[in-house]
Structures are given as C-alpha cells and as structure tokens.
C-alpha cells in the first residue's frame, strides 16, 4: 500500500453496544437579528458523526450518538465556527444551539 496524508475515520465495537442518545438543536446567524441558518455543518470529534442543518435552521443526529464527552463543532463557509465541548448522558436528549457570526 502506498502512503497517503488522508485519513479516515473507523469505528471499532467489542462487547456490549454502548448506550446512545441524541444531540439535536438550531443554528442562527449572529450576523442578521438571529435568523436561523441552513446549510450548516455540524461534527462530532471532527467527523466521526455529521448532520446538516434544515431549510429552518435545525439540525438531528437521530439518536445516533455514543454516551460520552464530545466536541461538537457547528461550521459553514463564510462563518466563523464554534466549537462546543458535550456530554450525552442515556435518557436525556441534548439540546445545542449555536449563534455563527460572519467572518470579516
């Protein structure tokens, strides 16, 4: 195999599957009165999990996420990104919002 500086992401379960829960919430645009903002990226640890936000500004990752800490990183061109640091804890969903302001 040839060496590459791409790397992937790879998820590796011994055992038991661990408990998930949810992380969802909206995303609004500091820079115009809170409006809310689509086409917004969110990552969990830089890509190990993804979701988009909708047409209104919201965003789900379907119960979809291991209970832990997480950083959750909301991003979109033209926006500076924020970076939040989470904890999802079994039987309580996690509501995150952000507020993205445009870069100058």
Do not use: M
């Amino acid at each position: 195999g040839a060496v590459t500086k791409e790397a992937e992401h790879f998820q590796v379960r011994v055992g038991v599957p661990p408990d998930v829960d949810n992380i969802s919430g909206s995303v609004f645009d500091a820079s115009n009165n809170s409006a809310p903002l689509s086409g917004v990226s969110l990552q969990v640890n830089r890509g190990l999990l993804s979701a988009s936000t909708s047409s209104t500004g919201n965003y789900t990752f379907n119960n979809q996420v291991w209970v832990c800490t997480w950083e959750l990183t909301a991003s979109r061109t033209g926006y500076l990104p924020q970076t939040k640091t989470v904890t999802v804890v079994k039987g309580t969903p996690l509501s995150v919002n952000f507020s993205l302001t445009k870069k100058p």
